[in-house]
């Protein structure tokens, strides 16, 4: 018998291979640190329809970019989804490996997710407008992942 109380389906979510691969090399160097927040990012990177680089489109949330999302509680907000060593709240520099920037990778302008906060509380997030990051250099690697290598 089928529950009254289905959880909603998540949404496809797309990333390119670069951000899957540095992603789950953060993701596997945090497995021992903070285990929590290392498999919800891998859950996300398991569910995530990877494409290369130059074939992702510009309304999709990816590592660097600037996503106006609201949310469930009426909020409005302006993030960039960084790195855990660019992060800071105070610029609207959201890590991800927070459980709102794990839920906004990968979405694409008017998709929503529900997502789980630290305190435990479900709430929902759509994606409002994206932001394209600008073109990283090459050499461009976040400090957590050159310190796993």
Do not use: C
Not at 34 to 45: G, I, T, W
Not at 56 to 71: K, L
Not at 129 to 143: D, G, K, N, R, T
């Amino acid at each position: 018998m089928a529950s009254d109380t289905k959880r909603p389906r998540k949404p496809t979510i797309t990333m390119t291979r670069t951000d899957h691969g540095r992603l789950s090399r953060l993701a596997e160097s945090y497995a021992t640190r903070n285990p929590a927040v290392a498999d919800e990012l891998l859950a996300e990177l398991d569910r995530a329809r990877v494409v290369a680089d130059g074939r992702i489109a510009a309304d999709v949330v990816r590592m660097g970019s600037a996503v106006r999302f609201v949310s469930d509680l009426g909020e409005d907000r302006r993030v960039t989804l960084v790195f855990p060593g660019e992060a800071d709240i105070a610029e609207g520099k959201v890590s991800i490996l927070t459980p709102i920037g794990a839920a906004l990778i990968g979405l694409s302008a008017g998709q929503s997710i529900n997502w789980t906060a630290r305190d435990g509380r479900v709430h929902r997030l759509t994606a409002a407008s994206v932001e394209a990051p600008m073109q990283p250099s090459a050499s461009s690697v976040p400090v957590e992942l050159r310190a796993a290598s």
